[in-house]
């Protein structure tokens, strides 16, 4: 399934299975700044069963509120779906896996979710806001979008903050 994000070193959208390799990628790499103590395999798991139950579901652009509003029911009936295919260990195992990613109320839930949100961003910024640019999105609305980086790894949303800035003065994200 082809997401928003565009690829920078192609003239293509990123699919998600770029984008869920691209996380999981994160998830080791940037384990150093997980809260002590995260379990990075299991913030592994939940990227890539958050990805499976997206790419059933459909993925709503994240700055579109009215598919966004629509999105969680969609996600449920693909968990429904896709976990209900497994053996009844497995596909409760695996969702509860999902629904620990959705309600970002553990440690590892609330970083695998920053990481969700960092590699758009810098996808975006790497084609010089190209998406951003051509959906009218605002400085305001990233900031909003993103600001449970902060939840899951306060280094990675001072980063992350530092890049939206850098977006705007750069002229690829409008102020």
Partial sequence: MLRRNLI????RRENDAEHGWHVTMFALVLADYAPPGTDISRVI?????????????????V????????????ERAA????????PPDQGRNLRRLWEEFEARQTTEARFAAALDRLQPLLLNFHTQG???RQHGVTRDQ??????HIADGSKALWGFARSLIEEAVRLGYLSP
Avoid: C
């Fill in 8 to 11: 920078p070193s192609a003239n």
């Fill in 45 to 61: 798991a939940m990227l890539l069963v958050h990805d499976i139950v997206e790419i059933d579901a459909g993925d709503a652009f």
């Fill in 63 to 74: 700055y579109d509120e009215e598919a966004k509003a629509q999105q969680p029911a969609l």
């Fill in 79 to 86: 968990a429904d779906r896709l976990y209900g295919l497994l």
């Fill in 130 to 132: 190209q998406a951003w």
């Fill in 142 to 147: 990233v900031l909003t979008v993103n600001a």
